[in-house]
């Protein structure tokens, strides 16, 4: 119990206090105009107060990751704690602060336009496929999967297909139409089930008088049943990624940076939901490693068929929560994969509205964007869900790589120190260099020896390090011989 509750309390201790840091190390200024107060268009750029900007932001970038990945995450044992506390301080909460605020300074723009103005044309288009890419992925992958568990949850009682062709028109809808009409407007019920969730599960460990594992010197041993191909190092780190942090997490920062009435708002929209959906990820990992007894159990219990993250959170809720508060409970973790697919389809279609200079103000002109997305993420989506997110994984991390740089270069143009992000750029970049290396070719990697994955990683991290600082001296060379001239 001290573990957990220490670990929520460093948690919103890193909010109130390097939040702050962040925010003022970016220049925050309340008087800048943001884009809404400029491009109104009832459409996409709407108005809305914060705690709906707020609340939309956190169920648009927690899916199913906190939940299910931090469950996955949770086999490897309570080293799990350890990078969901520090990862969604100073990574996650940094790259989403980020990723937003640069939005918001540069029109709202989506993550692949604003990446160019720093990185230049070429990094510009490399983003823009592996974006659209990310959003078309995830929002396949977010039919299939709560349309699964609303199955499950109705004892079959309504056909899975029924259940698919009832999300894709939601999607079709929150897509299409303006975004307080559908998003502005369920989002609130959503959240409300989202927190009814979280505080039942905590309540339940914390005065249920359950015994739960404390974070000790085994913590930093790898639990996990199948090592050979579950290292901890570095699989844990793209596993838990959306507690941690996550490169789709910036895909959706320019949908509340398009509805933001001041900059004073980034702190608590941006940085506030990364560490909430820290919260959520810990709570989960929490509930999994001390439901079952350990993550040797975990680990045991989960091998077995049919036994995956799914069952683990039908199990959990009905088994703490009785049948009535289970229901409401597994509507919260049907709820966020639900409010994280239709805005990857909503940001999808501004991508390419983006890339393309067309307008969005009239349906017709929306309809002839969204309307391609929208037919090939349904047909996506009846991929295998295992398949998808097999290559989501390393994706993620690398955008969230590339818009850790892109956030260091922009510190350098504004005379900032850079060290609060190319820190963690330094970092990601080893970590998926070295997945790239070591990864089974089943799981997209290259199937390395272990040994050479490790130093391989290490020197393209440190390589990365490297290029940016000679790149950034040189051109500040340019610009002082330009001053000169």
């Known amino acids: 119990m ?20 962040v925010d003022k190390q970016f220049g925050m200024d309340p008087n800048r105009p943001t ?66 605020m640069m939005s918001l300074r540069h029109k709202g723009m989506t993550i692949p336009e604003f990446t160019g103005e720093y990185m230049g ?20 992958a977010f039919v299939n999967g709560p349309a699964g568990l609303l199955t499950t949850l109705a004892n079959n009682a309504i056909d899975y297909r029924i259940w698919v062709g009832i999300i894709c028109i939601y999607y079709a ?31 339940y460990m914390l005065f249920s008088g359950m015994p739960m594992q404390e974070f000790n010197m085994s913590a930093f041993q790898n639990h996990h049943s199948n090592q050979s191909e579950n290292m901890l190092y570095p699989m844990i780190f793209i596993i838990v990624s959306c507690g941690a942090i996550s490169g789709f997490h910036s895909t959706q920062s320019p949908l509340m940076s398009r509805c933001m009435t001041n900059e004073n708002q980034g702190r608590k929209v941006f940085f506030g939901a990364m560490i909430a959906e820290g919260i959520i990820a810990l709570i989960w990992a929490t509930a999994a490693i001390n439901y079952f007894g350990g993550p040797e159990k975990l680990n045991a219990i989960t091998s077995m068929p049919n036994h995956n993250p799914a069952w683990v959170v039908n199990e959990i809720c009905n088994s703490w929560l009785g049948k009535l508060g289970a229901v409401v409970a597994i509507m919260g973790v049907i709820a966020l994969p639900i409010t994280t697919g239709d805005t990857a389809f909503r940001s999808a279609r501004l991508l390419i509205a983006d890339i393309f200079h067309v307008d969005q103000k009239k349906m017709s002109k929306r309809l002839l964007v969204a309307g391609p997305i929208l037919i090939g993420g349904f047909y996506l989506s009846q991929i295998d869900f295992t398949i998808i997110w097999k290559y989501f994984g390393v994706i993620n991390q690398l955008l969230a790589v590339i818009i850790l740089w892109t956030s260091a270069v922009f510190l350098v143009r504004i005379k900032k120190n850079h060290i609060i992000v190319s820190i963690p750029a330094t970092l990601l970049s080893g970590i998926v260099a070295t997945y790239f290396l070591i990864a089974p070719n089943k799981l997209g990697g290259l199937g390395i020896d272990a040994n050479f994955s490790y130093i391989g990683g290490a020197v393209i991290g440190i390589a990365t390090l490297i290029i940016f600082l000679i790149s950034m001296k040189r051109q500040n060379k340019n610009v002082e011989t330009e001053l000169t001239i």
């Open 2 to 21: 001290i573990t957990f509750i220490t670990c929520i309390l460093v948690l919103i201790l890193g909010y109130i206090v390097y939040g702050k840091i």
């Open 35 to 100: 884009p809404v107060k400029t491009m109104a268009d009832g459409v996409d750029y709407v108005e809305m107060p914060l705690w709906r900007i707020f609340l939309i932001q956190l169920l648009n970038i927690a899916g199913l990751g906190p939940i299910f990945g931090a469950i996955l995450g949770a086999m490897y044992g309570p080293i799990a704690y350890l990078w969901i506390v520090l990862g969604s301080i100073f990574m996650g909460g940094v790259h989403d602060y980020f990723s937003g």
């Open 121 to 140: 044309p070429v990094f510009k288009n490399i983003m823009r496929v592996i974006t659209f890419f990310c959003l078309i992925l995830v929002g396949a």
């Open 173 to 203: 809808l929150a897509t299409l139409l303006p975004i307080d009409v559908i998003i502005g407007k369920i989002y609130p019920f959503f959240g409300f089930v989202l927190v009814f969730m979280v505080v039942c599960l905590t309540g």
